[in-house]
């Protein structure tokens, strides 16, 4: 979707596009049984900035697995985003200090503070500073050594964590590994 804010795509693709997010399924309860990871932290934040940018994009438009149209699923998807915002300031991260989902956390973050109203913006630029707080209070010697949320086996090497590359960013003689890209 930002990508279609900022470039013209053809109309061929622009139709399947269209056609793929009146036809999405936004979370779990909704219409059809294809398996998707909806219910952590991060991606519960993406699904619920998905259905708020497809509502903004189609505000008139039924999104059909949805059972809304496009006002309403925006509704969905924002006061969704606003608890999950509650729940992060009341409780804290689920996935605490995840090498890995810090990073997928973190990039949905940025787009909702680039591309979200005022509102919804700030309050998550507040979360983002914490995240970012935290994460340097866990950083020595340019790397981030810390109980962690949830880990896979690269955290045997800290330097080729996800979160590495986020503190190369912040830091320039973090070292940093490129193998998820980041």
């Given at each position: 979707?930002?990508?279609?804010?900022?470039?013209?795509?053809?109309?061929?693709?622009?139709e399947?596009?269209?056609?793929?997010?009146?036809n999405?399924?936004?979370?779990?309860?909704m219409?059809?049984?294809?398996?998707?990871?909806?219910?952590?932290?991060?991606?519960?934040?993406?699904?619920?900035?998905?259905?708020?940018?497809?509502?903004?994009?189609?505000?008139?438009?039924?999104?059909?697995?949805?059972?809304?149209?496009?006002?309403?699923?925006?509704?969905?998807?924002?006061?969704?985003?606003?608890?999950?915002?509650?729940?992060?300031?009341?409780?804290?991260?689920?996935?605490?200090?995840?090498?890995?989902?810090?990073?997928?956390?973190?990039?949905?973050?940025?787009?909702?503070?680039?591309?979200?109203?005022?509102?919804?913006?700030?309050?998550?630029?507040?979360?983002?500073?914490?995240?970012?707080?935290?994460?340097?209070?866990?950083?020595?010697?340019?790397?981030?050594?810390?109980?962690?949320?949830?880990?896979?086996?690269?955290?045997?090497?800290?330097?080729?964590?996800?979160?590495?590359?986020?503190?190369?960013?912040?830091?320039?003689?973090?070292?940093?590994?490129?193998?998820?890209?980041?």
């Amino acid at each position: 979707y930002l990508k279609l804010r900022r470039d013209k795509v053809d109309e061929e693709l622009f139709e399947r596009i269209h056609e793929v997010l009146l036809n999405f399924r936004y979370w779990m309860d909704m219409e059809g049984s294809d398996a998707m990871c909806f219910w952590s932290e991060n991606h519960s934040l993406m699904f619920y900035y998905a259905a708020m940018e497809a509502g903004k994009m189609y505000p008139n438009e039924f999104f059909k697995r949805a059972k809304m149209d496009g006002k309403e699923l925006y509704l969905f998807g924002k006061t969704r985003i606003l608890q999950w915002i509650k729940d992060v300031k009341e409780y804290g991260f689920e996935e605490f200090q995840s090498s890995v989902y810090l990073c997928v956390t973190f990039a949905v973050m940025l787009n909702i503070i680039d591309f979200a109203e005022d509102e919804l913006s700030k309050s998550m630029r507040d979360i983002c500073d914490n995240m970012m707080i935290q994460l340097a209070m866990q950083t020595f010697d340019s790397i981030q050594v810390s109980p962690m949320g949830r880990v896979y086996r690269n955290i045997l090497y800290p330097f080729t964590q996800g979160t590495q590359s986020i503190l190369a960013m912040l830091l320039k003689d973090a070292p940093v590994s490129y193998g998820e890209g980041w």
